[in-house]
């Protein structure tokens, strides 16, 4: 099976620094197989086929505590998931000088049909669209500041999830493809 390990929290603002060639030898060393890591904000794609996701997480957060002495939540999404939120994306939306497009991956715990209750939305300014664990968010760079989703930053709830542009995710998806056909 192909996954996305979506590290939260590494690299960002001089914190959590985790050298992108020694994480992929921290998969390697674990028995993942194929990885393939993409920009330093912990995006890694590999093949595994003995554990269930719960288990390459726990797996994967151990390893690296182990390798980087840093406490790092892991959160894992097959090629499968990569496709239902390929197919809800619209095309258009973009991360740009005109809009800024995000998708909000959502630990288990927070991934209920509820979460739209948790965030504040305006429908004049925000566009989301809902997937079974994620959160997709558009708006026009004009009216960041004025989105109900910028609140969730600092947040319980923030802490709970890992955001990822668009292009990120897009790309993501492409390099899962790719580790496909050649598997």
Avoid: C
């Avoid at 998969?27 to 995006?43: A, C, D, E, P, W």
């Avoid at 554990?51 to 790092?72: G, M, P, V, W, Y």
């Amino acid at each position: 099976m192909i996954y996305v390990a979506l590290l939260r929290g590494i690299n960002v603002g001089g914190k959590n620094k985790v050298d992108m060639k020694i994480l992929k030898e921290t998969f390697l060393r674990v028995g993942m197989k194929s990885v393939v890591t993409y920009i330093n904000s912990g995006n890694v794609v590999f093949v595994e086929e003995g554990h269930t996701r719960a288990q390459i997480s726990s797996l994967l957060e151990k390893a690296i505590f182990d390798d980087f002495q840093l406490e790092i939540k892991v959160l894992i999404r097959s090629i499968e998931d990569f496709e239902v939120i390929m197919k809800t994306l619209p095309d258009f939306w973009k991360n740009d000088k005109d809009m800024k497009s995000d998708v909000l991956f959502l630990w288990e715990e927070i991934d209920k049909e509820t979460i739209n209750t948790s965030l504040t939305i305006k429908q004049d300014i925000d566009m989301v669209l809902f997937t079974s664990g994620e959160v997709l968010w558009s708006v026009g760079k004009e009216n960041v500041t004025r989105s109900g989703l910028v609140k969730v930053v600092g947040t319980g709830l923030y802490k709970k999830m890992t955001v990822r542009n668009v292009n990120t995710t897009r790309k993501i998806y492409e390099i899962m493809k790719e580790l496909e056909d050649l598997t």
